[in-house]
């Protein structure tokens, strides 16, 4: 009787390659993985309970969410700059806000 031996690692094997392939799917842009990795580093250690994000509501459009981040980088003197704003702010509004205007710059771009 003849057996194929690699025949149970092959569905892993494939489950993994999907995975793979999934997290690199379109959606998770390059700006929102930036924003989750500086997050990540420089913020979460305070932000892990999330206790803030509901109760003071301090951000309520895209203006403040930008404001809050400089803010909070700029307290930890982190000198980050406009296009590290901007990914943190889109990687929080993913997860947490998700505020009305999508994408600020198309509304930038757009005309009458
Ligand atoms: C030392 C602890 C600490 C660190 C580090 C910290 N935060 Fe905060 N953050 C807080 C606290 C506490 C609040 C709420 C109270 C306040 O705003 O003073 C807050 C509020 C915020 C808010 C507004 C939340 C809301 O919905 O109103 C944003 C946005 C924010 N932080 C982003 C960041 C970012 C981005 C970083 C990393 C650069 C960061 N924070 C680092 C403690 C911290």
Redesign the pocket.
């Given at each position: 009787m003849t057996v194929i031996p690699s025949l149970p690692f092959v569905r892993p094997a494939l489950a993994a390659l999907l995975f793979v392939l999934g997290a690199a799917a379109p959606g998770v842009g390059r700006a929102q993985s930036r924003g989750e990795l500086?997050?990540g580093t420089?913020?979460?250690?305070?932000?892990s309970t999330q206790?803030?994000?509901?109760?003071?509501?301090?951000?309520v459009d895209w203006p403040?969410?930008r404001a809050?981040?400089r803010?909070?980088?700029a307290?930890?003197h982190?000198a980050?700059g406009d296009d590290d704003?901007e990914a943190?702010?889109q990687y929080?509004d993913a997860l947490?806000?998700h505020l009305p205007p999508p994408s600020p710059r198309a509304v930038v771009s757009a005309r009458p």
């Open positions: 500086l997050y420089h913020c979460l250690a305070c932000h206790m803030h994000w509901r109760e003071k509501k301090q951000v403040s969410l809050q981040v803010r909070w980088q307290a930890d982190l980050w704003i943190v702010a929080l947490y806000y």
